[in-house]
């Protein structure tokens, strides 16, 4: 049962954000610089942040060519501009507002690999290296930021690849260190995070809005849903749609060539070097429906492949052992950019980042905090 001090104080706050990942924390300490005065609390599903922020590779990146070619068939050459323009201001804010040392940002370059069977395709993203280039310098003021580097297939170590793109700017970045970070910023601006605290259902009563969880029933003006692909348990009919990203983490292993962050199939698998070891993600494709889904889990399918992918491509001559498994829940939909909107009177949310959390997520967070004061 709750005490009158716990009601009085714990329960009831100006705004309340439902979910602790990377928008909304980035949402919270927006909101708390520009209005210091507000009461802001976060209810968090788990003990730590669900879905993807602390799951995901921990790629700064905008788009390996292959995926930005199939973004702008959809959104056209403007919209690819501006989406482009989003991440990398993105990244950049992420960068300012934490600090490099914070979240291990490190500039190793970004690579696109292609076998010698997928030679349309190499083709097609060579041919558009000039295009994606001067959409770049115009954003980033960088002249060459994609460029052949066949060069450095051997000194990876790789198997079975004769075309290797170079993205010069991408980077990798430690996720628990950022999360970390993101966490230390919110809460010495004042905010509450609860753990443990899922949200079942949001009611209307009165002038407040009331956020019923199994702790007790919060109170507040505004409500900011950043959950998500959990987004559909309290808002069903948004144009959101999980994606389960299954990932395997190698032990150290001694000399590794690996060097940068790595995309493949359409930026369908991913991989990077950590702390002298392999991580590589991936597999959604060989099963969309099986993981449509927001429940965590491995499937035999999607693992085999990746461990495929280890010894035939990655590490072809190299002794490896897997130390660990797991899997993240992204959100994608029928649009690539986020939803920030009001859904309905002082209901706000901000989901949807197809992927491309580390890259949206300051902005997007931002975006909704700004919707939401306008509000107030």
């Known amino acids: 049962m709750i005490s009158y001090w716990e009601k009085q104080h714990f329960f009831n706050y100006d705004i309340i954000i439902i979910g602790s990942g990377i928008v909304g924390l980035n949402a919270a300490i927006s909101l708390k610089k520009e209005t210091p005065h507000l009461s802001i609390a976060i209810l968090e599903?788990?003990?730590?942040?669900?879905?993807?922020s602390t799951k995901n590779a921990g790629f700064a990146c905008f788009g390996s060519i292959s995926e930005l070619i199939e973004q702008e068939k959809i959104i056209g050459t403007t919209g690819l501009y501006n989406l482009i323009d989003k991440r990398w201001n993105g990244l950049l804010k992420l960068r300012k507002l934490l600090g490099d040392s914070s979240i291990a940002y490190h500039n190793y370059g970004g690579y696109e690999l292609f076998k010698p069977l997928e030679n349309e395709l190499s083709s097609l993203c060579v041919s558009k290296i000039g295009?994606?280039?001067?959409?770049?310098?115009?954003?980033?003021?960088?002249?060459?930021?994609?460029?052949?580097?066949?060069?450095r297939i051997s000194e990876f170590g790789f198997k079975s690849i004769d075309i290797l793109l170079e993205n010069t700017l991408e980077a990798q970045i430690d996720t628990g260190k950022m999360m970390q970070s993101l966490t230390g910023k919110a809460l010495a601006e004042g905010v509450r995070i609860f753990n443990s605290c899922l949200v079942t259902q949001l009611?209307?009563?009165g002038d407040k809005q009331v956020i019923v969880t199994k702790e007790g029933n919060f109170c507040c003006k505004k409500v900011l849903l950043c959950t998500n692909a959990f987004v559909k348990d309290l808002l069903p009919s948004l144009d959101v749609v999980p994606g389960r990203g299954q990932v395997i983490i190698t032990k150290p292993i001694?000399?590794?060539?690996v060097k940068g962050t790595f995309h493949y199939n359409k930026g369908y698998y991913y991989f990077r070097?950590?702390?002298g070891r392999i991580l590589l993600g991936g597999g959604r494709n060989l099963d969309f429906k099986t993981e449509e889904t927001t429940e965590f889990g491995l499937t035999e399918l999607v693992q085999n492949e990746l461990k495929k992918l280890l010894l035939d491509v990655i590490l072809p001559d190299t002794f490896f052992e897997i130390e660990q498994s797991w899997s993240g829940i992204m959100a994608f939909g029928s649009a690539i950019d986020p939803i920030i909107k009001e859904i309905k009177p002082n209901i706000f949310c901000a989901v949807r980042c197809n992927g491309?959390?580390?890259?949206?997520?300051?902005?997007?967070g931002e975006d909704a905090a700004r919707l939401v004061m306008k509000s107030l």
Do not use: C, W
């Open 45 to 52: 599903r788990g003990f730590l942040p669900s879905g993807a």
């Open 254 to 257: 001694k000399d590794l060539k």
């Open 356 to 364: 491309m959390g580390i890259a949206m997520g300051t902005q997007t």
């Open 203 to 205: 009611k209307e009563e």
């Open 131 to 151: 295009h994606y280039n001067e959409i770049l310098k115009d954003i980033t003021g960088e002249k060459e930021v994609f460029k052949v580097a066949a060069d």
């Open 273 to 275: 070097n950590i702390d």
